[in-house]
């Protein structure tokens, strides 16, 4: 017989693939304040020792039933302390990146590509993503480090005020940067290939500053982007993680080649659908901060309600757009609870 955690995943296969499935699959991203809140793992410890992240990640992922799968966690920084971006830690060990001193054109075409065996924290990541792949016990699998979408890294680089305001004032500024962080992740995802095997099944790219263009603007840079990132990739799978408030780029998430979506709490299924064309599958319905002040019970009430709004179509999935740090874990496990009771 099947567990949850096996069931689960056959489900979101399915919803990916377009496939019908007999209910509907869910899914959250785990990363290190989650694994943080629930083990209070210390976080110097959990980024640079990769036993102790390992560790963390395996006693949270039991108390879920095992529903999730390891991955590296360097946080949001691994390209970009490639590029010039200073790593910092704040008062409670949050990793974060300080934009890099880059002004005008000449600037970026000082950088070269990041290497991710250098000394940086893409190696950090692959060294993290070694452990995982050799202590991995039965039943679990270990996914590639997520990337940061092309623009949010260049984002974070150049800052991201200024670098919004380039795509219009700048866009040659824009594109230098761009390519250079493309040229630096295509480096960081082969090198995972060689550790997990090519191709990869999918990679999350999560890329909530991309939001902050037009619509215009975003056809112009991030469509564009992502074409040039995963032309090396094309049997890889794109996720997004954009639970920014994008509702005015959604009829644009397919033409970027996603197959899935996970999106802002503030949209409904029914609204994300019907802006998507029905064509990615919708990681959503709930929203965090809510789920982490409800009882068990008022969770169970709430997921049952947004499965009801999913209208039968397993293309929606049940989750929570954005950090479920503070969720308790006896609402993620009723979740899957009463997704897995739901039937379609």
């Known amino acids: ?183 630096t992740q295509v480096n960081f995802i082969k090198a995972q290939e060689k550790i997990l095997g090519a191709p990869l099944h999918h990679i999350l790219v999560c890329d909530d500053l991309s939001a902050f263009l037009s619509e215009p603007a975003y056809q112009e840079f991030i469509l564009p982007a992502y074409d040039k990132l995963f032309k090396e990739f094309p049997n890889t799978q794109r996720w997004l993680h954009n639970d920014s408030t994008a509702r005015h780029v959604a009829p644009d998430i397919p033409k970027g080649g996603m197959v899935a979506w996970q999106y802002h709490p503030s949209i409904s299924p029914q609204d994300a659908l019907a802006l998507t064309g029905n064509k990615v599958s919708l990681l959503g319905g709930l929203n965090p901060v809510e789920l982490a002040g409800l009882t068990e019970e008022q969770t169970i009430e709430k997921c049952n309600q947004v499965i009801d709004s999913f209208g039968g179509n397993n293309r929606c999935v049940l989750a929570a757009g954005g950090s479920i740090n503070q969720v308790p874990l006896a609402n993620l496990r009723a979740m899957f609870r009463v997704a897995d009771e739901r039937k379609i």
């Open 1 to 183: 017989m099947s567990t949850l955690k096996e069931r689960n995943a056959e489900r979101l296969r399915k919803s990916i693939a377009g496939e019908k499935a007999d209910g509907h699959a869910v899914f959250n991203y785990y990363t290190y304040p989650f694994f943080h809140a629930v083990t209070k793992v210390p976080l110097n410890e959990y980024f640079h020792n990769p036993k102790v992240m390992f560790d963390a990640q395996l006693e949270a992922l039991e108390q879920l039933d095992g529903c999730g799968n390891f991955a590296p966690d360097a946080g949001a920084v691994a390209e970009c302390s490639a590029l010039g971006g200073k790593v910092r830690f704040d008062e409670h060990g949050y990793i974060s990146v300080a934009p890099a001193e880059i002004e005008e054109l000449d600037d970026v075409l000082a950088i070269k590509p990041g290497d991710p065996y250098g000394n940086n924290y893409m190696r950090i990541a692959l060294e993290q993503l070694e452990y995982m792949v050799g202590h991995c016990p039965a039943g679990y699998k270990v996914n590639p480090h997520a990337i940061m979408g092309p623009f949010t890294v260049g984002a974070q680089l150049r800052g991201i005020s200024d670098f919004c305001a380039d795509t219009i004032a700048d866009p040659d500024l824009v594109w230098a940067i761009l390519d250079l962080v493309i040229e």
